[in-house]
Nanobody, 124 residues
């Protein structure tokens, strides 16, 4: 599966951005689509995931983004979105989308498909 992320940019604190992650290739081979983020010198951290196995959909978020970020999926074009509202300076990072099969995981090491990063900068 090939992933293409987009949508990053510079926004003031309190603003919003929507990230997109388009998938191509063997998209039927994955059922977990996730977002991670990384800042210099730190390990890549889990942000959110959507699991659409068997027709059911479930989502999960890290605590610091609950209520502010929303992950969703457009099945028609194999795209996953991350709507980010009420952004804070601490949300500044390079955001990566990822995909895997099986169960959702918070460990970036378990994902086999990655998009290129998209930079999100939130100014104070």
């Amino acid at each position: 599966v090939q992933l293409q992320a987009s949508g990053g940019g510079l926004v003031p604190a309190g603003g919003s951005l929507r990230l997109s992650c388009a998938a191509s290739g063997r998209t039927s081979s994955v059922n977990i689509r996730s977002w991670f983020r990384q800042t210099p010198g730190k390990e890549r951290e889990f942000v959110s995931a959507i699991n659409y196995r068997g027709g059911d959909t479930s989502t999960v978020y890290r605590d610091s983004v609950k209520g502010r970020f929303t992950i969703s999926r457009d099945t028609a074009n194999n795209t996953v979105y991350l709507q980010m509202d009420s952004l804070k300076p601490e949300d500044t990072a390079v955001y990566y989308c990822a995909a895997k099969s099986g169960s959702a995981s918070w460990s970036w090491k378990t994902y086999h498909s990655w998009g290129q990063g998209t930079l999100v900068t939130v100014s104070s």
